[in-house]
């Protein structure tokens, strides 16, 4: 005897069959599922969406501007001299410009590359920084995911990204040479010459089908980017018929279904007549049989309705309203600097995730190829933050910093070296004492160091020296007493003081 085998099934959620409210209760919520539009594989709608929606043209480019609009703090034992040098390279050879239209155009259509050109170099070879010589680097060039095809035949075991990428020949002649043993027009380069942005990162098999390449944020924001416009499109033929003047004519109908021409053509003359009166003397003109109406419409709640719609967009971008639609915030004691500090954080973190080791191996290349050297160790960087103190505010971080460095120095907690690190490290907060170097560090260490005691030597304090240090204990030596003393008058003299 066999036993039958009895299917179960587990749903899990509220439902209620009698009602029909619930998933999978027979009611219209149930019918609603999602579809993949596949816009990203469209270039020719989202460049239409681009070129015409300012709205498409603010989402696409706000980020990419502000991930490159203050640019990077170069750090590390270098030469002053050296870091404005790179600085004024990476404007001059358009980094920044070019570093600008890669994530614009990655975000536009999900993925695009900017190629290193090293003059003298062939592009299908692996990048070797140790083999860039002086004066090679001349910038990048960039494409997008239409202008370059991913070889999916071997793929980096690092990053599970191909290796090798065709530049269309339509589009590789402005590169810098093809190199040799390559045929004119076309240019195969290795993946570590390149810089890879994407849209938005898409699932496993996803990616695949996109050939690795990410999804357009346009995809992703479609229905409330159409929702928003049609609202907006919608509100403006309201326009036309916000007051509506609306004429009874008596045997209307019966004389239409005649088709008399001798009754139209008088119509017709008729409302001629009326419109020239309307405008000349604001007189309205009719037969005594006539009804005349007018109706207003009243727009209340139109304003709110596309103000819903805009929230939405900004929360599909991850961009605030004052920063996407230039928008004033609303609201009692709102001023939008939470939601730019929020903003200005997502910022700093796609900035991490996505630029860094872009802009790492730029600088690399960039200080070979200006000083035909290898970079310090220490040669490093941070992105510039996009929430800037004003100039009292820093003055008064300034002031309050120094002032509990000094305050602990007095008190013997500090040594010179000590508070010349700390007052440097704050350089970049509040911009003062910048200019502080390591061999000044070096330099107060060495004469911040405690003299050799002297056996039995617990002489009087001096007058001057007690009434410059307020609290010291009696039988303190002397000889600490006036090194603590003068070292303190040196660290005012050079703070200006």
Do not use: C
Not at 105 to 132: C, E, F, M, S
Not at 302 to 317: H, N, P, Y
Not at 343 to 366: C, F, H, M, P
Not at 369 to 388: I, R, T
Request: no cysteine.
């Amino acid at each position: 005897m066999t036993k039958r085998k009895t299917k179960s099934t587990a749903q899990d959620g509220y439902i209620n069959l009698a009602a029909r409210i619930g998933q999978g209760a027979d009611n219209l919520a149930t019918q609603g599922q999602y579809t993949q539009t596949n816009m990203t594989r469209n270039r020719q709608q989202l460049e239409a969406a681009y070129r015409t929606s300012w709205v498409v043209g603010a989402a696409v480019d706000a980020i990419a501007e502000d991930m490159t609009r203050e640019g990077v703090a170069i750090q590390g034992e270098v030469d002053p001299g050296r870091i404005d040098w790179l600085q004024t390279r990476l404007t001059r050879l358009g980094i920044w410009r070019d570093l600008l239209s890669l994530i614009k155009w990655a975000r536009l259509y999900g993925g695009a590359v900017a190629v290193i050109n090293i003059d003298g170099q062939k592009y299908d070879t692996p990048l070797r920084l140790d083999t860039v010589g002086k004066k090679q680097f001349s910038g990048l060039r960039v494409y997008d995911r239409w202008q370059v095809v991913p070889r999916m035949t071997e793929f980096d075991p690092a990053t599970g990204l191909p290796v090798w990428y065709d530049i269309l020949p339509m589009v590789s002649d402005n590169l810098a040479g093809a190199g040799p043993g390559q045929t004119a027009g076309q240019v195969t380069v290795h993946h570590s010459r390149l810089i890879r942005q994407i849209g938005i990162q898409l699932p496993a098999w996803q990616a695949l089908a996109e050939l690795y390449w990410g999804e357009s944020i346009i995809e992703r924001m479609q229905d409330r980017l159409q929702a928003f416009d049609e609202a907006t499109g919608g509100a403006a033929n309201l326009l036309h018929h916000a007051y509506l003047r609306v004429v009874g004519v008596q045997d209307l109908r019966t004389n239409l279904a005649a088709g008399g021409s001798d009754f139209e053509n008088s119509l017709l003359s008729q409302f001629r007549a009326m419109g020239l009166s309307q405008s000349a003397a604001g007189v309205t003109i009719l037969d005594s049989t006539d009804v005349f109406n007018t109706h207003s419409y009243s727009f209340a709640g139109v304003g709110d309705l596309i103000l819903q719609f805009g929230q939405q967009i900004a929360g599909a971008t991850g961009i605030p309203l004052v920063r996407l639609f230039g928008q004033s915030p609303a609201g009692l004691n709102s001023t939008g600097e939470s939601d730019l500090r929020m903003y200005y954080d997502n910022i700093s973190a796609l900035q991490e995730s996505t630029l860094r080791d872009g802009v790492w191996k730029i600088l690399q290349v960039l200080y070979r190829s200006e000083f035909g050297e290898v970079p310090p160790n220490g040669l490093d960087f941070d992105f510039v933050p996009l929430w800037q103190m004003s100039a009292r505010e820093q003055a008064e971080v300034a002031a309050i910093r120094t002032n509990a460095i000094i305050a602990a120095y007095s008190a013997g907690l500090l040594s010179e070296g000590i508070v010349l690190r700390e007052l440097k490290q704050g350089a970049d907060e509040n911009g003062l004492f910048s200019n502080i170097t390591d061999d000044d560090i070096t330099d107060a260490d060495a004469d911040s160091l405690p003299p050799a005691p002297v056996p039995g030597a617990r002489a009087a304090i001096a007058p001057e020296v007690a009434a410059g240090a307020p609290g010291v204990a009696a039988g303190v030596p002397e000889i600490a007493v006036r090194a603590a003393y003068s070292g303190f008058a040196r660290l005012l003299r050079l703070l200006g003081r």
